[in-house]
């Protein structure tokens, strides 16, 4: 059991299990009802994504952009999404992701290190 780290609209792999979605917003020109059958998201989770500010540092400043991001995970909410996902990778299969194409210069790369941090099972 482990948690996948994907890029949304990808191929889904075997067994990944529930595909959430870490993002701002949902994607353009897609209606709700096909979002998981284009394999982009079973669940909306944008409580994990960064703010609008920050997506607009994270092109400018990746280093800023990522303390910025840790700090916003920090926030009480964000802290129990990461803990209860990670308590649920231990005897569940799902994905987190982002639709961004390199996972280097994306916040699901930091959110793979929370979720290492917090003890969760990654695949």
């Known amino acids: 059991m482990a948690i996948r780290i994907v890029r949304l609209g990808s191929a889904r792999a ?8 870490t993002v701002r917003r949902p994607p353009r020109g897609v209606r709700k009802a096909d979002y998981a059958r284009r394999n982009y998201y079973d669940v909306w989770l944008p409580d994990l994504a960064p703010s609008s500010r920050l997506v607009a540092l994270a092109q400018k400043d990746w280093p800023g952009f990522t303390k910025a991001y840790r700090r916003e995970m920090k926030a009480a909410a964000a802290e129990r999404l990461i803990a209860l996902l990670a308590a649920l990778s231990q ?9 961004c194409e390199e996972e280097e210069r994306c916040h699901r790369s930091i959110l793979r290190e929370l979720l290492a941090e917090h003890g ?3 695949a």
Not at 14 to 21: I, N, V
Not at 91 to 99: E, K, L, M, P, T
Request: glycine share 16%.
């Open 120 to 122: 969760a099972r990654l």
């Open 14 to 21: 075997a067994k990944e299990g529930l595909r959430l979605g």
């Open 91 to 99: 005897d569940a299969d799902f994905s987190v992701g982002c639709y």
